[in-house]
């Protein structure tokens, strides 16, 4: 948060490209070399990051790899994150896979720092290298006997070193920090309120400041009176610039006064889309279809198939509705602009910053601060807002969302509409796979995710559209993966229980990808699938899925009585490879679980012609504690296995699972969400 | 006005009709207390007033004065963290934390109530917390194990 300079005594530094994967991958280059590490004179190791801490426990992880390759307390490496003037500039690729790659090379940075330490001490001793090691900060030598710390080692030193491209990183039996439970390193600020998050950032002189709202999307500003809010005390100034209105203030409750105070008269855009109409709007307002693959003849699958089957299915618009309202401090110092706000995508938004007001991206420094669970989103534009006021009053300005706003103004997860169309012979084999999604929003790649089969056929067609949005479509939690496989999975369940077979055995027969298979039977031993009691109101259901390098299977148990649905148990077969923080992993694992219950089964945002018509918590039903339901965690994953993401990969079937698992206890089939409002 | 707070007294001049979470956010810069919704439905402002747990954003300041108040960041004693901090550190019973003060605040308000609750009496007394990372499991746990339940995990 300070502009205190890390860099000051730096002894050692360790610099190279930000991202590292064994084999060069086109999708996730590694960046421009930057610093990725540094070691004080006084043996201080801090660690530099363009991602940002959104409550994945990032900081953690990173912090873990880092005290394990270069033999250092994890509470000793301070992690600096998402501050574009610091750290390497992360090219906004998001995702929990890209965070691997990042990880990689910090633990290969370490490494790096490690080697050197151990050459400056056998030139300092005159011996060779090999004979030495390290421990707790130290080298040691003379069978471990002697030792000298990393602090003496480096005194009078300014080192800078490359990763080199060949880097011995220690085995697994050697981590003592990795793979083992462990509590976060930013632990005790969390539970006794220090930590700061945007919302709390105060710098000096910062005043307030407030937007005026439309009534709805696409809304214009036809006639404004501002005269009763000047004249209010406090108020410092009613900025207007086109359609943009907000005001400045001494205190934030006489910014909201002020706003209340202005009169407006707004001309409503006359676009009819509604929740109720968009299930078929996504298909007509829908842009070019773009194949992600597409393989043998569809047509010669569906003659040769004993059975074709054909559904739609359609998930709604769904708000991040994250703890943490936006908030965002922008403070001009002549033409330099610095923001603190909580966006997952410094960088970018920094050059979207950059490009609004016209000025170089280096004059803009952001800085993110601790980022209260925001799962895809936080909205840029309530940086925008802040450096409008800043600008206009000359003076640092925070703008804070309330709970209406962030429900109304920040982005949704995209709804969607999907046709599936399969073909399955006589012995329960798919034999063709006709898939069409068409998500919300003018970005197709955001469909993409997840879209693809993993079960085996061999006339197969997926095709992904982008169309047009009412709302403000943007990320979420595993984006568009966790809406595809909610279709492929009603879907499986669909010829499952067309062909008189058990789900369970009709995935199995169709998928040959080992670590899927892995999971799946794994799941299904845990839960007991097998022994599963049918009892009325009480249904079971199952459903696979993969993002972000991980796999994953689930199994649920819910009872429904009342026009209620209720998950009772949720057991989880989990491969993400090496599990370098497995408490860290379940915990990810377990909030997808539950926020992805909330999608199932509740979960809509309602609007009407722009306006959105669920704005609160009160008419907008979360996941509370008293739904929460027993979960255990299986991690299949092999030690050998590179770490992939934990954090978004568990929300992508539970959905499915859920919804399969009311049809085995009603009867019928779901085909949208949510599900409760349709018992 | 006069305000308890933490054990500290403090003398604000405020608007009557100001809630407690702006002035403890805004004039005694005490933000370990969080907005989360303003309307009572999320939990995340609650404060203890008079060791009872309160929705301090619906709460008007005027209301609390000359009562004890106790934010997240007075449930320590000094360096010795609340047996409920302790607990939700050492089971990770959060993932952003931005709603861990409030369900801490709930749950040392239900323990020094009844320090033996059941497992459905924690989940009353926390149903009206919202935390979207969806860290209930851990949450639940961590306040088993502060009411001394043994190791609940
Ligand atoms: S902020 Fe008070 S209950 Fe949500
Ligand atoms: S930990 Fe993020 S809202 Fe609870």
Redesign the interface.
């Known amino acids: 948060m300070s502009g205190q300079d890390f860099q000051s005594e730096v002894a050692l530094k360790v610099v190279g490209p930000p991202r590292w994967t064994p084999e060069p991958d086109p999708r996730v280059p590694p960046g421009d070399p930057a610093t990725l590490l540094t070691i004080n004179g006084d043996g201080a190791v801090s660690a530099f990051s363009g991602k940002v801490e959104y409550g994945q426990g990032i900081r953690n992880g990173f912090a873990m790899e880092i005290a394990d390759e270069l033999d250092i307390a994890v509470d000793s490496v301070r992690v600096v994150l998402g501050d574009t003037a610091l750290v390497p500039q992360d090219r906004g690729t998001t995702g929990s896979a890209s965070t691997r790659t990042v990880g990689i090379q910090l633990r290969r940075a370490a490494a790096t720092a490690r080697q050197t330490l151990i050459d400056l001490a056998a030139t300092r001793l005159e011996v060779d290298s090999g004979a030495l090691s390290t421990r707790e900060g130290s080298v040691v030598f003379g069978g471990g006997s002697k030792s000298v710390r990393y602090a003496d080692l480096l005194s009078g030193h300014t080192l800078t070193v490359a990763v080199p491209d060949e880097v011995t990183l220690k085995n697994v039996g050697d981590f003592r920090v990795m793979g083992k439970p462990s509590s976060r390193i930013d632990a005790v600020s969390r539970v006794t309120g220090s930590a700061k998050y945007a919302q709390d950032v105060v710098i000096p002189g910062m005043l307030y400041g407030k937007i005026l709202r439309p009534p709805s999307y696409g809304a214009t500003l036809r006639q404004i009176d501002t005269a009763r809010a000047e004249r209010i005390g406090g108020v410092v100034s009613i900025v207007q610039d086109g359609d943009f209105v907000g005001v400045v203030a001494e205190r934030e409750d006489v910014a909201e006064y002020a706003i209340e105070a202005i009169r407006a008269r707004w001309e409503e855009s006359r676009d009819t889309a509604s929740d109720w109409n968009l299930p078929a709007l996504l298909k007509e307002r829908a842009g070019e279809s773009v194949a992600l693959r597409e393989e043998g003849s569809l047509q010669s699958g569906f003659a040769s198939a004993d059975r074709v089957l054909e559904s739609t299915y359609y998930v709604p618009y769904i708000s991040n509705a994250q703890m943490e309202p936006s908030a965002s401090v922008a403070r001009w110092d002549g033409d330099d602009l610095t923001v603190w706000c909580a966006n997952r995508g410094p960088f970018a938004e920094r050059d979207s910053l950059a490009e609004m007001f016209g000025i170089d991206p280096k004059r803009v420094r952001v800085i993110a601060a601790e980022i209260g669970g925001s799962f895809g989103t936080k909205s840029p534009s309530v940086s925008h807002e802040a450096a409008r006021l800043a600008k206009a009053v000359d003076a640092p300005v925070r703008v804070s969302y309330d709970r209406a706003e962030e429900f109304g103004w920040s982005t949704v997860r995209p709804a969607a509409t999907f046709e599936i169309k399969s073909g399955v012979d006589v012995d329960g084999k798919i034999v063709s796979w006709d898939y069409a999604a068409f998500h919300a929003g003018e970005n197709a790649f955001r469909g993409q995710r997840g879209a693809d089969t993993p079960y085996d056929v061999d006339n197969v067609r997926i095709s992904v559209a982008a169309s047009e949005s009412p709302l403000q479509a943007g990320s979420y939690r595993s984006l568009g993966g966790a809406t595809n496989h909610f279709a492929r999975e009603l879907h499986m369940d669909e010829i499952a229980i067309s062909m008189g077979i058990d789900p369970l055995e009709f995935r199995l027969r169709n998928l040959s990808h080992e670590r899927l298979r892995g999971c799946l039977t794994a799941a299904a031993e845990a839960f007991g699938w097998e022994s599963r009691e049918k009892r009325p109101g009480v249904g079971y259901g199952i459903a696979i899925g993969y993002d972000a390098g991980s796999f994953t299977a689930q199994i649920v148990e819910v009872a429904v009585e009342n026009q209620e649905a209720r998950v009772t148990r949720v057991t989880v077969g989990f491969d993400c490879g090496l599990v370098v923080n497995p408490d860290g992993a379940r915990n990810q694992i377990e909030g997808s679980i539950v926020m992805g219950m909330g999608t199932a089964l509740w979960e809509a945002v309602e609007f009407d012609g722009g306006r959105i018509l669920n704005d609160g918590f009160a008419r907008y039903r979360v996941p509370r504690i008293t739904d929460t339901p027993e979960i255990e965690v299986v991690f299949t994953g092999g030690d050998d296995v590179p770490s992939s993401g934990a954090g978004e990969p568990g929300i992508v079937p539970i959905a499915a699972a859920i919804a399969n698992a009311v049809r085995d206890a009603t009867g019928t089939a779901i085909e949208e969400l949510p599900i409760v409002p349709r018992l | 006005m006069h305000l308890k707070v933490n054990d500290e007294s403090h003398e604000v001049h405020v ?1 009557a009709e ?1 809630t407690l979470l ?1 002035v403890l ?2 004039e005694l ?11 009572g ?2 939990g ?1 402002c609650t404060v203890l007033i008079d060791g009872e747990a309160t929705r301090s954003c619906i709460t008007p300041v005027t209301s609390a004065s000359g009562r004890d108040i106790t ?3 007075g ?2 004693d000094g360096d010795k ?1 609340h047996p409920v ?1 302790e607990a ?3 089971h ?1 019973a ?8 409030g369900f ?1 605040m709930s749950s040392a308000a239900l323990l020094d109530r009844n320090p033996k609750p059941d497992e459905e009496q924690i ?2 007394a ?2 009206g ?12 746990k961590a306040v088993k194990s502060a009411a001394g339940e043994g190791d609940a995990g």
């Open positions: 608007d100001r702006s956010r805004h810069e005490l933000t370990g207390t969080k907005y989360g919704c303003g309307e439905n999320c995340a934010t997240i960041e449930l320590a963290l901090q939700f550190v050492e990770t959060f993932q952003c934390a931005y709603c861990t003060s801490i989940k009353s926390l149903s917390h919202i935390c979207r990372c969806g860290a209930y499991v851990r949450i639940l």
